[in-house]
């Protein structure tokens, strides 16, 4: 199994730009969840959706951001415009079902810096 | 609102070495308690978990005992290696039913020294 991709791996972009990050869950799971990471707040959950649809996006910090997930195979997370304080590495995450304790699978991550 | 607490480190051991990894949690409800473990530049593994009080999750050498008394998921290992030098995160799922975010603690990052 290819496990969860996401791309970029890494963008260095400047302030006031707009970034988009992707992920591809694994094949046949049916939540997807979007997490931030840095030094300060440590593994924050931004977003996370079932079978596509958003179910809470609580955790994301403002309207700059915004998520989707057109099909089961792909998602995005788009930060417009971008800023210093958005560097972080952003990892996308993936589970097979919604019961209980359900394993949720890690991507790579995307490590973003804005300058 | 749930949160989990454990030791941040850094942890510096020598090979050989007995592990333990202080996790607590604060919940409502019954959730799933997990140990994630995140090597360099990589994204986070599942290590081992537990679904239900005194469950004991096991993986690669490593233990935990959901401990509902003492709202508790410590991580041990008898014998740490080089290789399990990484950052472990303990981790809380939601009750209730449904595939909800996880909860994560700040992270502990353990050094193994030859």
């Known amino acids: 199994d290819a496990g969860v991709i996401q791309s970029p791996r890494h963008e260095v972009t400047e302030m006031g730009q707009e970034v988009t990050l992707r992920c591809k869950p694994i094949?046949?799971?049916?939540?997807l969840f979007w997490y931030r990471q840095t030094m300060m707040r440590g593994l924050e959950l931004l977003i996370y959706f079932n079978n596509n649809v958003p179910i809470d996006d609580s955790g994301m910090p403002e309207d700059r951001f915004s998520a989707k997930m057109p099909n089961a195979s792909f998602s995005t997370l788009k930060i417009q415009p971008s800023e210093p304080r958005d560097s972080a590495v952003y990892f996308c995450a993936s589970s097979l079902d919604q019961s209980p304790g359900t394993t949720q699978y890690f991507g790579p991550g995307t490590r973003l810096t804005v300058l | 609102g749930n949160s989990v607490t454990q030791m941040e480190g850094p942890v510096t051991l020598s090979e050989e070495a007995f592990l333990t990894i202080n996790c607590t949690y604060t919940?409502?409800?019954?959730?799933?308690l997990f140990w994630y473990v995140q090597y360099p530049g990589e994204g986070l593994q599942l290590l081992l978990k537990?679904?239900?009080?005194?469950d004991k999750g096991s993986n690669k050498g490593f233990e935990a005992t959901y401990r509902k008394e003492t709202t508790s998921f410590h991580l041990e290992k008898g014998s740490v290696q080089v290789s399990d030098s990484a950052v472990y995160f303990c981790a809380l799922g939601h009750s209730g039913g449904g595939a909800d975010g996880l909860t994560f603690g700040k992270g502990t990052h353990l050094i193994i020294q030859p």
């Open positions: 919940a409502t409800g019954y959730p799933s």
């Open positions: 537990a679904t239900k009080a005194d």
């Open positions: 094949s046949g799971h049916n939540s």
